[in-house]
T-cell receptor, first 115, second 117 residues
Framework: DTGVSQDPRHKITKRGQNVTFRCDPI?????LYWYRQTLGQGPEFLTY????????KSRLLSDRFSAERPKGSFSTLEIQRTEQGDSAMYLC?????????????FGSGTRLTVV | AQKVTQAQTEISVVEKEDVTLDCVYE???????LFWYKQPPSGELVFLIR??????QNEISGRYSWNFQKSTSSFNFTITASQVVDSAVYFC??????????????FGEGTQLTVNP
């Protein structure tokens, strides 16, 4: 297992377009998280899944954002009608749900630029 | 609510100098976890250490050491004999033990460390 994979690494899109990112977690990890990181800031929590269930969503996740993890393996994050404020690094992480404070493994992120 | 403060935005040192990165946290949880991550220019967050709130022993791993002081809500990170490869953004993060705070990491704003040859 090579860790958490994210695709694409970079995405440039025009304002108003829809974009979708994919995350493949470590295979035995049943928790999957999405974070957003803007320039010069720390990552901010967006949402997380335990298996296929989406258990928590941040208030940062507006109606234009939707995340899925249909079979409890990979996850997708879709942003509809992108805005310039959506430009950021989108990070995915996974962990085992053995208790709080589990080690999270992060992917390299997808850098989104909305022009 | 949980909060992590890294007051140092940028630090620049010369190779072989020791450098300490500060982290102060706020939480109402009695059990919590503290983390340090390194983010090189490639963007991936690299896990460095995790400590739980009941273990105040300082830890040393090679050139890295961590000083956890519950009395001052601080979890500082020291790099001894810094090297150019240590140049990166370093994040301190906090997780609770259950419920909402236990399912997410709260990050500080990061400290950009530049080690010059």
């Amino acid at each position: 297992d090579t860790g958490v994979s994210q695709d694409p690494r970079h995405k440039i899109t025009k304002r108003g377009q829809n974009v979708t990112f994919r995350c493949d977690p470590i295979s035995e990890h049943n928790r999957l998280y999405w974070y957003r990181q803007t320039l010069g800031q720390g990552p901010e929590f967006l949402t997380y899944f335990q298996n296929e269930a989406q258990l928590e969503k941040s208030r940062l996740l507006s109606d234009r954002f939707s995340a899925e993890r249909p079979k409890g393996s990979f996850s997708t994050l879709e942003i509809q009608r992108t805005e310039q404020g959506d430009s950021a690094m989108y990070l995915c992480a996974s962990s085992l749900a053995t208790g709080a404070g589990d080690g999270y493994t992060f992917g390299s992120g997808t850098r989104l630029t909305v022009v | 609510a949980q909060k992590v403060t890294q007051a140092q935005t940028e630090i620049s040192v010369v190779e072989k100098e020791d450098v300490t990165l500060d982290c102060v946290y706020e939480t109402r949880d009695t059990t919590y976890y503290l983390f340090w991550y390194k983010q090189p220019p490639s963007g991936e967050l690299v896990f460095l250490i995790r400590r739980n709130s009941f273990d105040e022993q300082n830890e040393i791993s090679g050139r890295y050491s961590w000083n956890f002081q519950k009395s001052t809500s601080s979890f500082n990170f020291t790099i001894t004999a810094s090297q150019v490869v240590d140049s990166a953004v370093y994040f301190c993060a906090l997780s609770g033990s259950r419920g909402t705070s236990g399912s997410r990491l709260t990050f500080g704003e990061g400290t950009q460390l530049t080690v010059n040859p």
